[in-house]
């Protein structure tokens, strides 16, 4: 008899996710059945065609009757027609796909264990409850759920679903997800056992991954539960979804959605303007034309595109609190935000998703206020002893001026960075700060904070999907480039863990996030954000995030 918690599916701001404990029998482990080592090669597999040699590839004859046409599709109407920017040669299938916008289209096709709430906390989708025991959880799959061939998802398909981005390694968008992870096993009919590295909460996140029913793992154009299915792909062109008429919540309203192709954002925004198109998801700042016009309709969303200071702790100016704390002061991110962002970014000093279940509005405490700035630079000794607006202090009778050295570099497609470091520089002047800004690679960047060349670096991740913050603030954590160490942060890092409550993991995160504000490891900025853009009325779309973009979509008229 193993103790276990049934854990009912709620709100994460509620006290009831864990209602009682109780004994449960858990039933003889049945064979787990695992695809084959090596198994026989599909389309998927096959060489992608090149550009000119591209064709539509068809869908599984499987397909619950679901023959795909070739007709050669212009603007379809009664169905939304949506613009999606591929650079290269794209797969299709879930496990594989790398492409943002193709990602967010199979969100579409692909259901998966447990998926993200709109405020990023983790709820049943094709699992209805789960138990755990320390590092082992026991999900009950739902019932009465088909793949679109037909065929009931079984505990098998999230098995050998598992297995299938395993083998992949590397090669699959989703193994750093599912890393964690470390074994699953069907238990019965209905349930199925998954081993983690740690227990807690948090390790939910991994069961976000697509199931694909397993028949089909290898096919190009494989089998989900979603409110849609693929009709055809041609990969230089288009790729066509039909409402799932099995779809086990509720019909969709938009019957049909045509995704076209463009090699650049540009083109897709011309075809937008054009009305070749009706909708289109981007980042690019220039999106923010169209939030201006009366003729489109708009939906924010959300990014783990994090821009944060990193100080130098081990030596030099940044290592003293008090002018990290000055320097947080003197800078006005709204300004930032507006000047060099466009306005797309979300201010914050924490490296948590402001709006998620797990951000603590507390954290934000470092409002612009130069005076406030000012007065504490003076508290650590600096003053303008010469009257020329800059400050200094007297070292051995020389005096030295307050000059902060900051590198960082820019990304390939713009100098959104550079230009970001420049407006800091002229920021922290008005406290009486010199600031040398020196632009290199990201690599010499890092590094030159970790030597001590450089006081602060400017610098964007992408922050893991799993929400765990141990590589960032742990003294150990590979992306831990200021060297803070705290043994109270590393307990509350690997309390974090082990939290078996969404209440837990909350309240343990407030924790993380006060120690972050008090401390400043790190120095927090924005979070990137993107844009929807419709002739359409967007308003059923709801939590979207950067891979998730067309969250809603199949209620939208």
């Not at 379809?76 to 650079?87: A, E, F, K, P, Q």
């Not at 039909?242 to 309203?253: H, M, S």
């Not at 797309?344 to 470092?366: C, F, H, N, R, T």
């Amino acid at each position: 008899m193993l103790a276990l918690f049934l854990v009912i599916l709620t709100s994460c701001g509620e006290n009831t996710q864990v209602v009682q404990s109780f004994p449960v029998q858990t039933p003889a482990p049945e064979p787990v059945i695992v695809a084959p080592e090596n198994p026989a090669v599909g389309i998927a597999d096959a060489p992608a065609p090149s550009q000119q040699e591209a064709e539509d590839v068809p869908v599984s004859s499987q397909a619950a009757g679901n023959t795909p046409s070739y007709t050669d599709y212009s603007y379809t109407t009664g169905s939304i027609n949506i613009g999606m920017v591929l650079t290269g040669e794209a797969v299709l299938h879930p496990h594989k796909c790398v492409y943002r916008d193709l990602i967010s289209l199979n969100e579409l096709v692909f259901e998966s264990a447990i998926t993200l709430g709109d405020d990023l906390c983790p709820v049943g989708q094709l699992v209805d409850s789960w138990q755990m025991r320390d590092a082992t959880y026991l999900f009950h799959v739902r019932p009465n759920v088909t793949f679109h061939n037909g065929r009931p998802v079984t505990p098998a398909d999230f098995v050998e679903s598992w297995q299938y981005i395993k083998r992949l390694g590397a090669d699959s968008p989703w193994s750093d997800r599912i890393a964690v992870i470390k074994d699953m096993k069907v238990v019965d009919d209905t349930h199925f056992a998954v081993d983690f590295e740690y227990g807690g909460w948090i390790v939910l996140n991994a069961m976000t991954y697509p199931v694909v029913q397993r028949d089909t793992l290898d096919y190009a154009m494989p089998m989900g539960t979603g409110p849609y299915w693929y009709v055809a792909y041609s990969v230089n062109k288009y790729l066509r979804l039909e409402a799932n008429p099995l779809w086990w919540k509720r019909n969709a309203v938009m019957p049909s959605i045509m995704a076209w192709r463009y090699s650049t954002t540009e083109k897709a925004m011309a075809a937008l303007s054009k009305g070749e198109i009706d909708a289109l998801a981007s980042r690019s700042p220039r999106m923010l034309t169209y939030k201006k016009l009366n003729q489109y309709t708009y939906s924010d969303y959300g990014t783990r595109a994090y821009e944060f200071l990193v100080p130098c702790l081990t030596g030099g100016k940044l290592s003293n609190l008090a002018v990290r704390q000055a320097v947080m002061y003197a800078i006005d991110r709204n300004a930032l935000a507006l000047t060099v962002y466009a306005g797309m970014v979300q201010i914050s000093e924490v490296p948590v998703v402001p709006g998620s279940y797990l951000y603590d509005s507390k954290a934000a405490q470092y409002n612009y206020n130069a005076e406030r700035a000012l007065q504490l630079l003076y508290d650590a000794g600096w003053r303008d002893n010469n009257g020329d607006g800059m400050l200094d202090t007297v070292v051995d009778g020389l005096l030295e001026y307050f000059t902060i050295k900051l590198v960082t570099y820019n990304d390939a497609e713009n100098s959104q960075r550079e230009d970001a470091a420049r407006l800091i520089a002229a920021q922290l002047r008005k406290v009486g700060v010199s600031v040398e800004v020196t632009v290199t690679t990201r690599d010499k960047a890092v590094k030159g904070v970790k030597n001590g060349t450089y006081d602060m670096a400017l610098i964007g991740i992408n922050l893991s999907y799993d929400m765990d913050l141990t590589r960032l603030l742990r003294h150990d954590g590979a992306r831990n480039y200021s060297g803070y160490a705290s043994k109270d942060m590393n307990s509350l890092l690997s309390n974090a863990r082990t939290a078996e409550t969404a209440d837990e993991l909350m309240d343990t995160y407030a924790s993380i996030q006060s120690k972050v504000i008090n401390e400043l490891p790190i120095m927090g900025l924005f979070f990137h954000t993107g844009v929807t853009i419709s002739t359409l009325d967007l308003e059923p779309l709801h939590g979207q995030e950067e891979l998730d973009t067309w969250k809603g979509l199949e209620l939208v008229h």
